[in-house]
């Protein structure tokens, strides 16, 4: 008997869909799913191959589908909670694909203005050069996503945690906005992951993944995706993928549908290390504020708790106290510099700890005008939080902390 014969039964748990969900085995019965690198795949005969190419179902060429990516793509749909996903080369190949798929000359798009800083590139100037043209509203007040509809809207983005300062956006009320005008809501869920937060439960009707990010989990791979019904993922996007081909390699395909094989874990665990590090930032006299949605000093902490299951996720924020920003920036250097366990460099879902200054990295090309209407100041200091001990981690933050000039 192989895996053929038994299908998985209805009504499975998450934990156990993100292990078990993949296409059957091959005839050798691997328990775990194998690594097909190939890009051709060879036809019985003429006839046969004439229907898969007319179908685009069954294997023809790896640009139009991989057994190993379409395993990926089965498992994050059964985790995301919709019919279908498609699985891209990086996060911002998910958000060119929903560009492609759905928009063109004289289209509207709404977005958050505190969404990634590629994510507003690729809305504002790529397809603004096409003459798509995107209006950049505040990520919580839904009076400004309203009052920015207009009758060519076809699309609302938005991405809940942001970075770095953890603004939360009601993702239900976005859908209903959204479809009151017959546009569609997309909901860039990489911070979250499905672990925390389903969007399309919520009424979203796309859902983008950076799957670099917690989906590998281990800083290994570039990798995207795009989930939602099929008459989106194979009507709309999968023609335009296979024309476009920004498709994940096999290789990085296989290595994402491993990392979801311990997401639950991972995101619970890594909520958990957040949180006590959020308590005891919060308690230091050096510190002036946290930026953490599991703290109850954060502006949208109950929608948050709400809408992410209870959990803050892994990545916070925290300003240290000064007197000028000059001042502020040293301290935030100092702290940075005096870490010798997290890594500085500007990137998240690792299991290492990464530490960032944003205001000189991933928003570092705006003006200071621009930073401080976001929020971006200099003293501000993001954490990814990684699996390391957490008592390691606070040490590691307390080594710049209590040598600060003006520390007590
Ligand atoms: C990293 C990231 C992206 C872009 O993903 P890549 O895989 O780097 O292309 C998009 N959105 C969010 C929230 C991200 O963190």
């Known amino acids: 008997m192989s895996q053929h014969d038994r299908p998985l039964p209805e009504g499975l748990r998450p934990e156990t869909l993100a292990v078990r969900t ?72 998910a958000i060119l694909l929903i560009c492609m798929g759905l928009l063109k000359a004289g289209d509207h798009v709404i977005c958050s203005r505190s969404v990634f800083g590629s994510t507003m590139n690729l809305f504002a100037k790529e397809f603004g050069k096409f003459g798509v043209e995107t209006t950049f509203v505040s990520q919580t007040d ?7 509809l207009k009758p060519t809207t076809k699309l609302l983005f938005a991405e809940t945690p942001t970075n770095p300062l953890t603004e939360v956006c009601d993702i239900q009320a976005l859908a209903d906005i ?11 869920n990489t911070y979250c992951s499905p672990v925390l937060q389903q969007p399309a439960k919520l009424g979203a009707d796309l859902i983008m993944h950076s799957g670099t990010k917690y989906l590998d989990g281990q800083g290994r791979v570039m990798a995207g995706a795009l989930c939602g019904p099929n008459r989106l993922i194979k009507d709309v996007f999968g023609p335009v993928m296979r024309t476009a081909g ?25 909520s958990e ?6 308590h005891w930032l919060e308690a230091r006299p050096e510190v002036a504020r946290v930026f953490y949605p599991a ?47 997290l890594s500085v460099a500007t990137n998240l879902g690792d299991t290492k700890s990464i530490i960032t200054h944003p205001a000189t990295t991933s928003h570092g090309r705006l003006s200071e005008a621009q930073r401080q209407a976001a929020g971006i100041s200099q003293g501000l200091i993001r954490l990814a939080v990684g699996l ?14 209590s ?6």
């Open 22 to 93: 993949a296409l059957a085995p091959s005839q050798y019965g691997e328990n775990s799913e194998a690594l097909f690198l190939t890009s051709a795949f060879v036809q019985p005969d003429a006839e046969t191959s004439a229907r898969r190419f007319a179908e685009s179902e069954d294997f023809t060429y790896a640009r139009t589908s991989n057994p190993t990516v379409r395993s990926l793509e089965a498992r994050l749909a059964a985790m995301e909670g919709t019919e279908g996903a498609i699985a891209t080369a990086s996060g911002m190949s």
């Open 142 to 148: 839904l009076n400004e996503w309203r009052a920015a």
């Open 178 to 188: 959204a479809h009151g005008a017959g546009a569609l809501l997309a909901v860039d």
């Open 246 to 270: 920004m498709v994940l390699a096999p290789f990085n395909a296989w290595v994402v549908l491993k990392g979801l094989e311990t997401l639950s874990l991972r995101m619970r665990g890594l």
């Open 273 to 278: 290390q957040a949180m006590k590090v959020a």
């Open 295 to 341: 703290l109850p000093s954060h502006p949208q902490h109950e929608l948050a708790m709400r809408q992410q299951g209870g959990l803050g996720g892994a990545v916070l924020s925290f300003e240290l106290k000064a007197d000028s920003p000059e001042a502020a920036r040293a301290a935030a250097f100092h702290l940075i510099d005096s870490t010798r366990v």
């Open 388 to 401: 390391e001990h957490v008592d390691d981690i606070t040490d590691d933050l307390l080594r710049g902390i």
């Open 403 to 408: 040598t600060l000039k003006h520390s007590k």
